[in-house]
């Protein structure tokens, strides 16, 4: 089992920058697959970022391509997300994820971190 806890959410104004983490506790961090989804209001879920275990492949969404940089650091078991140049359509929950494999399915999930970008 996998516990995933994210922080860095916030309000912030079109143009600006956040960080978002995930720490991760339980089984080896460094064997599992991470990835950062999104929920927009009225929107389905999307992937917008992944990273393999080794974090040797990555994969970003068209949406947030060269705007957003997935890392990950096994030795503290945190993911992370950093976001430059935010659009208020990049407001939704933001929610990392763990799998088992490099190109999932997910099976764990954290309870998600709001982000606000006004305009």
């Known amino acids: 089992q996998v516990q995933l806890v994210e922080n860095g959410g916030g309000l912030v104004q079109a143009g600006g920058s956040l960080r978002l983490s995930c720490a991760a506790s339980?089984?080896?961090?460094?064997?599992?697959?991470m990835g950062w989804f999104r929920r927009a209001p009225g929107k389905a879920r999307e992937p917008i970022s992944t990273?393999?275990?080794?974090?040797?492949?990555?994969f970003y969404s068209d949406s947030v391509k060269g705007r957003f940089t997935i890392s990950r650091d096994n030795a503290k078991s945190t993911v992370y997300l950093q976001m430059n140049n935010l659009k208020p359509e990049d407001t939704a929950v933001y929610y990392c994820?763990?799998?088992?494999?490099?190109?999932?399915?997910?099976?764990?999930w954290g309870q998600g971190t709001q982000v606000t970008v006004s305009s």
């Open positions: 339980g089984r080896t961090f460094s064997t599992y697959a």
């Open positions: 994820a763990a799998s088992m494999k490099d190109y999932g399915p997910y099976e764990y």
């Open positions: 990273i393999s275990s080794t974090g040797g492949r990555i």
